[in-house]
């Protein structure tokens, strides 16, 4: 852990699939305690017999939560960090791919998109410090590398809650760094995952290039969320050389780099 220190007790949202799933299962490995929330509270359930299967010394607490009820988020993160005896890392990770081209008359998919891929981001980021910084702790806010610019038809809206929960994420960073040494500052990365598959994106994975695996895709998050990076694109191959392209390419050029 090159000195860092263990986050024990981390809380996952939208832990019911796909890559909270994945995370949870190799904190699980590593011994970590779990707080696991998502609207499917029957596959919360199965996934804590399994987790307890692999590893039965470990705590795993589970909670119903729907982020876009944003009461209900301060009231659950609340909950997890009693249950627990604190908490000491959350990975905010609940978000929708949805989206529509803008002019197509879907108005309502990409709102709905919108709200829960950044209020509700908001809503879990505000709740996740103020639970973390009476001892410090570490924030995760799971972006995309489609943040990295405006992307067009389907994607466009997704792509743009993703730069902005980036954004967000940039300056809570800021934020903790004007905090005195020694007062709880809460550490903060930000993930740009790239294609990794996902009951989410599980109809197009076998068109989309540079695809891996789920677990794959984790083992790669688990690791920079424990270096505790700033900002990590993951996997990093190709993602660290595709992001800096998408940003300065031509615009035209950009659905050809994905």
């Known amino acids: 852990m090159d000195g860092r220190p263990v986050r024990q007790r981390i809380?996952?949202?939208?832990?019911?699939s796909g890559l909270g799933a994945g995370m949870a299962r190799l904190f699980a490995e590593r011994g970590r305690d779990l707080a696991l929330t998502a609207r499917r509270t029957d596959r919360l359930e199965a996934l804590r017999?399994?987790?307890?299967a692999v590893n039965p010394t470990i705590r795993v607490a589970i909670h119903h939560l729907d982020v876009?009820?944003?009461?209900?988020?301060?009231t659950v993160f609340?909950?997890?960090?009693?249950?627990?005896?604190?908490?000491?890392?959350v990975v905010v990770n609940a978000g929708l791919g949805k989206g529509a081209r803008i002019g197509s008359g879907r108005f309502d998919a990409n709102r709905q998109t919108a709200m829960t891929n950044f209020v509700s981001a908001l809503a879990q980021c505000e709740a996740a410090v103020q639970a973390l910084t009476a001892g410090g702790g570490h924030l995760v806010v799971i972006s995309s590398v489609t943040a990295a610019r405006g992307m067009p038809g389907a994607m466009t809206t997704y792509a743009a809650t993703k730069a902005g929960i980036a954004a967000l994420a940039e300056g809570i960073r800021a934020d903790q760094l004007r905090r005195p040494v020694g007062t709880g500052a809460v550490a903060v990365s930000t993930l740009f995952p790239g294609?990794?598959?996902?009951e989410m994106n599980e109809q197009v994975a076998h068109?989309?290039?540079h695809m891996v695996d789920t677990e794959t895709g984790c083992r790669a998050m688990i690791d920079a969320i424990e270096r505790e990076?700033?900002?990590?694109?993951?996997?990093?191959w190709p993602w660290r050389v595709v992001m800096p392209m998408l940003r300065y390419a031509p615009l035209r050029w950009v659905r050809r780099l994905l």
């Open 49 to 52: 017999a399994e987790l307890l």
């Open 68 to 74: 876009d009820d944003h009461d209900a988020v301060f």
């Open 229 to 236: 990076v700033d900002t990590a694109a993951v996997p990093s």
């Open 78 to 89: 609340d909950r997890c960090r009693d249950e627990l005896g604190g908490l000491d890392r």
């Open 11 to 16: 809380l996952i949202t939208g832990a019911s």
């Open 207 to 209: 068109t989309v290039r």
């Open 195 to 198: 294609y990794i598959a996902s």
